[in-house]
């Protein structure tokens, strides 16, 4: 009982102390994470920080391969652009290809009303401006009721649940941490398409460590160099 009481103040705790915005960030330039199948290395993303006065921009690129006996399996690749002015989301956009398969998203913001205006290859449409982009890397992500995919706009209604504190070894270095677990909230969509992540932050940064979720496969993103 004590150490669920522990957790709910930690996880409150978690909540209450996390910037509305992404100022939490300044100090970072560069977040490289490398991506495991079966603890196989097989990819990396990469995140560049460009600030121009009140603007920030996150540049991202993922790419991954699946190869057997040679042969490539599945091949991903991606980018995106994630924008802020003032600490205040103001724009997102990807472009995606899955094997042949493409997929977009571009997100702006209504200026009348504050939400989100999407334009996605799996969804178009307006969305509340609680929502955030699936981004693992902003941990504002523990706070809202939904994720926008970054690939194809789709809407991800989620339940958040604090795990707990673990210490958690990437390589030689081990960082304290905060596990979280993502979940579709919808019980009745295709396992294809349930959200079913943990996710770990440092507890004093909110540096984004690790990813895990089982999916044809067990995938890990583990951190590998930031600036």
Do not use: C
Request: aromatic share 16%; glycine share 6%.
């Amino acid at each position: 009982m004590k150490k669920y009481i522990l957790s709910i103040i930690i996880f409150l705790s978690f909540f209450t102390t996390v910037n509305t915005h992404v100022e939490h960030y300044e100090k970072y330039n560069y977040l490289e994470y490398e991506l495991y199948r079966n603890n196989q290395s097989i990819g990396y993303h990469k995140y560049n920080f460009v600030r121009d006065g009140d603007n920030l921009s996150i540049n991202s690129e993922v790419s991954f391969k699946i190869t057997k006996l040679g042969v490539d399996l599945y091949k991903y690749f991606a980018k995106s652009d994630e924008n802020y002015f003032k600490g205040v989301f103001s724009s997102y956009s990807s472009k995606t290809k899955q094997n042949k398969k493409n997929r977009y998203v571009e997100i702006t913001v209504d200026q009348a009303d504050k939400n989100l205006i999407i334009d996605g290859s799996s969804y178009k449409g307006k969305a509340s401006k609680e929502y955030i982009v699936g981004t693992w890397w902003n941990h504002e992500i523990v706070k809202a009721k939904a994720q926008i995919s970054g690939i194809s706009g789709r809407i991800i209604e989620q339940t958040v649940t604090f795990i707990g504190k673990e210490e958690t070894k990437i390589g030689d270095k081990t960082y304290k941490t905060l596990r979280f677990n993502f979940k579709s909230s919808d019980k009745n969509l295709p396992d294809s398409k349930k959200l079913n992540t943990d996710v770990w932050y440092e507890e004093n940064t909110y540096l984004w460590v690790k990813a895990a979720f089982d999916k044809t496969g067990y995938w890990e993103y583990r951190l590998k160099n930031y600036k």
